[in-house]
């Protein structure tokens, strides 16, 4: 397939070729060719909404481009219509990542129907998985959905599972929905949409990237134009307002939300609504909020003809259960859904009239895209957010640090004590981040292979040359589960260290796709047999040479275990052949037919890449202090947005929610969306440093930095035989749980556990730091 831009030039019956003529062709003939006005009435629209125009003619000229409008404002549109186009002119497709694995097949039925359409997740069957890539294979598809897994593979999904670039139709280019998660500094980044475009480009020599998002402040659109190589101001396409007018939002501090929110249902503004959504941050409270509602709301009167009141939902519950609240709630069948932020993403009802928050959301993202649920049919829709009183705990601070008795559980938690909490779990500390550097990064022998060769050439032509990097990597893997247990680190995290390393400048490491590692080999006819299969299979040969260098005798042994990935980089083999061989021994032919006595088991999921052994001191300094500083930059810009969060919705705020269950002041309304439309557009900082007072109400340790010694010293005697890192004890102190330190386990100790969730967390980690030292 010739390059996309002909296909413009095609259907405008021009005849320029060569990249720099794009632009300008643009600039200059940019009316949009009859082809795509039939076709966008093939789909049956009668116009563009506002931004779709620009975004399908610049992919048709092949320009990458990332377009941020409001939910339900058409973004779809953006890719279907340009693969549509692209397929109708010769066999190709254009592939479409999208999160939302549970949603993909109901994606797919969707579509409008001159739409051809398969998906690929890792939810499919194996013979499902096949049955649409021999679909694509045989060009009955024009557009394929993936999940980010199914292409990069990665996680407990396994590797990608496309074919490679030569067997599959021409890519026509892809699309990248809920393309914030490739960035960062988004609210919802995702480490493995980091390696998209890598993939995308290199494996599949995809050239044009679409990327469609929802909510991404300014500086988190350039952050993802830069990651999907668009050149152009130009290519952030469309930029919408940040909340649809129809929306109309408030904002309360009531001290009893249980009550304020069945009043609010029952007043005039959210009384009559029919569908409504009450977003709670954790799982437990969506199941007391829900039954809440089916109490106290019965024999009120209701919107529509709904059965049931209300119902939670959240990622808890099976799959069926979700499907029958979903379904209900879709059909208009039920009223209210209480639910985690797991509901709604990709939800495709048009008429949610009301969406309440319980709990402050973690950022602004979060709080557009949850309210952007609602009234996506263009009429009015209500939005009402409770935001706990944190000015009534900054008075009990002053109560606390005037002395008076005052003992710190008492005090109210809170929002943002809560939200927190997230972003501390989230984050590793540097000593964790060494221990996983030098895990990633083991020494190799290249250097004094390296130098012994040089002194032999030396001497033969006299000649010095100044090597610095003598290793061209090995390949490496790192189980996962026993990373995660050994350092106390989410997998997640671990994924997102990779990614930051593959991504510098200097790609430290190669990603490859996760894969089993640990090979064990048992000869049931005892240790001769284990010594014949030796002779006849190298890598076996290999592996016991390499156990016996290490000291280890296996002359009556008929087992063995090993890392087929170590043995096949010191081989010099591709692990792929060498897997195979290694298989191949549990059959008396090449065949496959007769079982030989031997049996081969491969297991332990692990991290698998390529990475350097030959880094010295100040390069494996340097990369941890660089990911250091990148985990830290993530804390703080989370804490700010945090703040940032609390900081406008305080203004706003009503002291409670009777002031606007009847009526609201659009004044407030107005005011609210402006201060979302700058923090997205960035003209105008939040400036946090002036009045933090009333937002950041952390206690500082000084009048309780005893009664803390004294609790974490107490801690430490009881779990005398554990052992704990200033981190860990944090963590507890503020009830977050690890994969070391399970909340299930640990939250069962109520002495401590966010016995101190109000209290600065590195300040703690720092005095938990110091009584670990003295009590050694
Ligand atoms: N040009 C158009 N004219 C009329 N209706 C349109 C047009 N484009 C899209 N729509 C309709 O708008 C609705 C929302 O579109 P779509 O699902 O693409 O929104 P979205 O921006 O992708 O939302 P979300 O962020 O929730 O995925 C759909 O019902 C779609 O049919």
Redesign the pocket.
């Known amino acids: 397939m010739g390059h996309p831009v002909q296909y413009l030039l095609y259907l405008s019956g021009m005849h320029i070729t060569g990249q720099h003529m794009i632009a300008l062709f643009l600039t200059f003939f940019s009316a949009t060719p009859p082809e795509v006005y039939e076709a966008?009435a093939d789909?049956?629209?009668?116009?563009?909404?506002p931004g779709?125009e620009l975004a399908i003619m610049r992919i048709l000229s092949g320009l990458s481009t990332l377009v941020v409008?409001?939910?339900?404002?058409?973004?779809?549109?953006?890719y279907?219509l340009p693969a549509y186009l692209y397929a109708k002119r010769s066999k190709s497709i254009a592939l479409v990542v999208s999160p939302l694995v549970s949603l993909m097949d109901d994606q797919v039925s969707?579509l409008?129907p001159k739409i051809k359409a398969a998906c690929i997740h890792s939810n499919m069957t194996k013979n499902q998985r096949e049955a649409a890539i021999e679909k694509v294979k045989e060009g009955k598809v024009h557009v394929l959905l993936l999940s980010p897994e199914a292409l990069v593979g990665g996680g407990h999904a396994g590797s990608g599972c496309l074919p490679p670039a030569d067997q599959l139709p021409p890519v026509s280019f892809a699309c990248i929905?809920?393309a914030h998660c490739v960035s960062e500094w988004s609210h919802n980044f995702r480490p493995c949409y980091l390696r998209l475009c890598k993939v995308l480009r290199d494996r599949l020599g995809v050239r044009c990237l679409l990327g469609?998002?929802?909510t991404a402040t300014l500086a988190t659109a350039r952050d993802i134009a830069h990651h999907l190589e668009i050149q152009d101001e130009d290519g952030i396409a469309v930029r919408s307002a940040a909340v649809p007018p129809n929306l109309h939002l408030s904002v309360s501090m009531d001290k009893e939300k249980d009550q304020a929110l069945v009043g609010l249902l029952k007043g005039d503004r959210f009384g009559s609504l029919d569908s409504i959504i009450v977003y709670c941050t954790r799982r437990e409270e969506t199941n007391r909020i829900a039954a809440l509602l089916r109490t106290c709301m019965q024999g009120s009167r209701l919107g529509g003809c709904q059965e049931w009141i209300a119902e939670s939902y959240h990622a808890g519950m099976s799959a069926s259960q979700r499907r029958r609240v979903q379904n209900n709630f879709m059909c208009g069948e039920l009223r209210v859904v209480v639910a985690t932020v797991a509901f709604g993403m990709?939800?495709?009802k048009?008429d949610v009239r009301g969406i309440i928050h319980y709990n402050m959301p973690k950022s602004f993202e979060s709080y557009v895209?949850e309210i952007?649920?609602a009234g996506?049919d263009g009429k009015s829709a209500h939005c009402h957010l409770f935001l706990d009183p944190e000015v009534e705990l900054e008075s009990s601070i002053n109560l606390a640090c005037m002395s008076l008795v005052c003992y710190p559980s008492m005090l109210k938690e809170d929002n943002l004590c809560e939200l927190r909490r997230h972003i501390y779990g989230d984050t590793v500390d540097y000593f964790t981040v060494k221990k996983l550097v030098q895990k990633l990064f083991p020494p190799c022998k290249c250097r004094q292979i390296n130098e012994k060769q040089q002194a032999e050439e030396e001497q033969n032509c006299n000649e010095t040359q100044n090597v610095t990097r003598v290793c061209h990597t090995h390949e490496r893997a790192v189980p996962i589960q026993e990373t995660v247990e050994a350092h106390d680190i989410t997998e997640e995290g671990i994924e997102t260290i990779l990614c930051y390393l593959e991504l510098h400048p200097q790609h430290w490491v190669e990603l490859l796709h996760p894969t089993l590692s640990s090979c064990h080999l048992v000869c049931y006819s005892g240790p001769q047999q284990l010594r014949a299969i030796a002779k006849i299979c190298p890598p076996v040969a290999v592996a016991l040479a390499r156990k016996r260098l290490a000291g280890e005798s296996l002359s009556h042994s008929s087992s063995v275990t090993f890392d087929v990935v170590e043995l096949a980089d010191s081989m010099g083999w591709e692990l792929i052949p060498v897997k195979r061989t290694l298989r191949q021994l549990q059959w008396k032919t090449e065949r496959g037919t007769g079982k030989s006595g031997v049996l081969v088991e491969f297991s332990s999921l692990s991290f698998h890449f390529r990475s350097y052994g030959d880094l010295t001191h100040q390069e494996m300094d340097s990369i941890c202090e660089f990911l250091h500083q990148r985990i830290q930059a993530q804390e703080k810009t989370q804490l700010y947005q945090l703040k940032a969060c609390f900081k406008a919705f305080f203004s706003v705020a009503y002291h409670n929610s009777t002031s606007c269950s009847d009526k609201m002041d659009d004044d407030r309304s107005q005011k609210l969306k402006a201060l979302l439309m700058n923090y997205f557009d960035k003209k105008a900082e939040l400036d946090l440093s002036k009045n933090s007072s009333n937002c950041d109400v952390i206690l500082q340790l000084k009048d309780w930095g005893d009664q803390i010694r004294a609790d974490i010293r107490s801690f430490l005697s009881t779990r005398n035989e554990e052992k704990f890192s200033g981190r860990a004890i944090a963590r507890i102190f503020h009830g977050i749980g690890s994969p070391c330190y399970p909340a299930l386990i640990y939250g069962k100790d109520r002495r401590f556990w966010r016995k101190y969730i109000n209290f600065d967390f590195n300040e703690i980690i720092r005095i938990a730091t110091e009584e670990i030292i003295r009590t050694k």
């Not at 789909?43 to 909404?49: E, H």
């Not at 409008?69 to 953006?78: I, P």
């Open positions: 966008l789909f049956g629209y009668k116009s563009f909404r779709q409008l409001s939910t339900g404002m058409g973004k779809s549109l953006c279907q969707g409008p929905d809920e469609l998002t929802a990709g939800l495709d048009s895209q952007g649920r996506r």
